[in-house]
Nanobody
Framework: VQLQASGGGLVQAGGSLRLSCAAS??????????VGWYRQAPGKQRELVAT???????NAADSVKGRFTVSRDNAKNTEYLQMNSLKPEDTAVYYC??????????????????WGQGTLVTVSS
């Protein structure tokens, strides 16, 4: 399962961006069971920004709560991170991590986790 992350770019403070994380697979039984959005600013450790579980529960770091939301398009096997009211301190490379499941030809479940390649978000003041 390969992921394609996109949507990063340069935006002014107060603006919005929507990041996408699309899973590519030929398995018709494929489904996403969870997602984590992370970010890493220059000189800092990677931090968890937001999560979404298979039952739809979402959580966000205090620093982005109320501004960032996670959503999913099941038909497109794509997760989104909507980022509003962006601040310069949100500048970072953003990564998505998808937990997934599909059933192989023997009808056995196959689970795994894939990472997107990272997309740069720059917020100017």
């Amino acid at each position: 399962v390969q992921l394609q992350a996109s949507g990063g770019g340069l935006v002014q403070a107060g603006g919005s961006l929507r990041l996408s994380c699309a899973a590519s697979t030929s398995r018709s039984s494929f489904r996403i069971t969870g997602v984590g959005w992370y970010r890493q600013a220059p000189g800092k450790q990677r931090e968890l920004v937001a999560t979404r579980t298979s039952d739809g529960n979402t959580n966000a770091a205090d620093s982005v709560k109320g501004r960032f939301t996670v959503s999913r398009d099941n038909a497109k096997n794509t997760e989104y991170l909507q980022m509003n009211s962006l601040k310069p301190e949100d500048t970072a490379v953003y990564y998505c991590s998808l937990d997934w499941l599909y059933y192989n030809d023997d009808h056995a479940p196959v689970v795994g986790r894939s990472w997107g390649q990272g997309t740069l978000v720059t917020v100017s003041s």
